[in-house]
């Protein structure tokens, strides 16, 4: 069973840091494209970053470019986003999503997410 | 990496078919044939309807379909039910290894 567990999220004062991580089980990590997206309380879907199976390919949305960092282990099957000069509007439910293919596709399984509040 | 136009909000009566439609641009839908479809319920994660236009995964009802002509995708629903009540978001690769969501369609069954 896939299983994505997202952890990291927290209350934190605009300015400042936070990295979430998102633990995968399951299936074979490394064979799959992974990203992170996001849904603003009472809002809709946004996608936030993704990287393919290798790290070889990564991609930002304009809303994060220069402040996020995705990253990814594969040997320790996990996947994370380092998050700086937070703003107010990057308040979200962060999702970690796989990705169906080894590059950018379609997200077939998602976690439960973690709440980033972004407030001082 | 504007964000994908879709409608609003859609209804239907039960047994009735709706189209919701996801339009962008030469830079994305139209370039690509990965335009995939997500259904959330209140409160749930994303569920994965369609992938790839036109593609279910399993699982998925047949009742689910997929098309796309020119930069406008779309999503169909057929045989309409009341689980199908829920937002449904379409999105889409936009070159340079990065994606785009729509706005969400609220469905309503009536």
């Known amino acids: 069973e896939v299983q994505l567990v997202e952890s990291g999220g927290g209350l934190v004062q605009p300015g400042r840091s936070l990295r979430l991580s998102c633990a995968a089980s399951?299936?074979?990590?490394?064979?799959?494209?992974m990203h992170w997206v996001r849904q603003g309380p009472g809002k809709g879907l946004e996608w936030v970053s993704g990287?393919?199976?290798?790290?070889?390919?990564?991609g930002y949305a304009d809303s994060v470019k220069g402040r996020f960092t995705i990253s990814r282990d594969n040997a320790k099957n996990s996947l994370y986003l380092q998050m700086n000069s937070l703003r107010a509007e990057d308040t979200a439910l962060y999702y970690c999503?796989?990705?169906?293919?080894?590059?950018?596709?379609?997200?077939?399984?998602w976690g439960q997410g973690t709440m980033v509040t972004v407030s001082s | 990496q504007s964000a994908l136009t879709q409608p609003a909000s859609v209804s239907g009566s039960p047994g009735q078919s709706i189209t919701i439609s996801c339009t962008g641009t030469?830079?994305?839908?139209?370039?690509?044939?990965?335009v995939s479809w997500y259904q959330q319920h209140p409160g749930k994660v994303p569920k994965l309807m369609i992938y790839?236009?036109?593609k279910r995964p399993s699982g998925v009802s047949n009742r689910f379909s997929g098309s796309k002509s020119g930069n406008t995708a779309s999503l169909t629903i057929s045989g309409l039910q009341a689980e199908d009540e829920a937002h449904y978001y379409c999105?889409?690769?936009?070159?340079?290894?990065?994606?785009?969501f729509g706005g969400g369609t609220k469905l309503t069954v009536l």
């Open positions: 999503a796989k990705d169906v293919n080894t590059a950018m596709d379609a997200f077939d399984f």
């Open positions: 399951g299936f074979t990590f490394d064979d799959y494209a």
């Open positions: 990287i393919s199976w290798s790290g070889g390919s990564i």
């Open positions: 030469s830079s994305d839908v139209g370039n690509y044939d990965l």
């Open positions: 790839e236009v036109s």
């Open positions: 999105c889409s690769y936009a070159g340079s290894s990065t994606g785009v």
